[in-house]
């Protein structure tokens, strides 16, 4: 079992940055895949970015590319979410979550991959 949460959303104003941060629990955190997606109010959930256990591989949304940055510190159980030049587009509630497989070889985007889901932070950016 894997349990997430998340922290670091709040409100900031378009062109600003913000550090989202999800800790999780359970002997396989290091194991597993962990992604970020994000639902914007009356649109569906889509991903964000995502890194592979080792944390060697990342993979990007198309929207978010050269402005956010994916890390994680398995030491602390602990990966992390940079956003940098903060759009009123990514106004939504961020979500982390963990691979179903553990050691997966490759990082994926679906979100059925992910078993294990957080809370949720909100991320606010104003014009």
């Known amino acids: 079992q894997v349990q997430l949460v998340e922290s670091g959303g709040g409100l900031v104003q378009a062109g600003g940055s913000l550090r989202l941060s999800c800790a999780g629990s359970?002997?396989?955190?290091?194991?597993?895949?962990m992604g970020w997606f994000r639902q914007a109010p009356g649109k569906e959930r889509e991903f964000v970015a995502a890194?592979?256990?080792?944390?060697?591989?990342?993979y990007y949304a198309d929207s978010v590319k050269g402005r956010f940055t994916i890390s994680r510190d398995n030491a602390k159980n602990t990966v992390y979410l940079q956003m940098n030049s903060l759009k009123p587009e990514d106004t939504a509630v961020y979500y982390c979550a963990a691979d179903t497989l553990p050691h997966r070889a490759r990082v994926v985007a679906a979100g059925s991959a992910y078993g294990y889901w957080g809370q949720g932070t909100q991320v606010t950016v104003s014009s």
């Open positions: 359970g002997r396989t955190f290091s194991s597993r895949t």
């Open positions: 890194i592979s256990w080792s944390g060697g591989s990342t």
